[in-house]
């Protein structure tokens, strides 16, 4: 059984940083490879949203919102993907969440992020 859990939330101000991690378990490394996965959000009162994802080759795409401010990156040995944010705004705050999509959607349980001064 696949399972994600993120860590690597929490109150940061207006301007800060935060490394989200996603850690996938019960997914063999061929797989992982190949598979499409991503950071997603939600924020009070909207649809979830891409943030940032790779695709099956590896080519990553970012949500127009976060260009040049947040990065996506894995490590295929650990099954870890990570999402590093800087230049954190009050618009950013949100769950976030990470995805891998096999034959199914698998999310994690989300990480709360926010930003406030």
């Known amino acids: 059984q696949v399972q994600l859990v993120e860590s690597g939330g929490g109150l940061v101000q207006p301007g800060g940083s935060l490394r989200l991690s996603c850690a996938a378990s019960g997914i063999i490394f061929s797989n992982y490879v190949r598979a499409v996965m991503g950071w997603y959000r939600q924020a009070p009162g909207k649809e979830r949203e891409l943030v940032a994802t790779f695709n099956s080759a590896g080519n990553t795409n970012y949500a127009d919102s976060v260009k040049g401010r947040f990065t996506i990156s894995r490590d295929y040995a650990k099954r870890m993907m990570y999402l590093q944010m800087n230049s954190l705004k009050p618009e950013d705050t949100a769950v976030y969440y990470c995805?891998?999509?096999?034959?199914?959607?698998?999310w994690g349980q989300g990480t709360q992020v926010t930003v406030s001064s």
């Open positions: 995805n891998i999509r096999l034959i199914i959607d698998y």
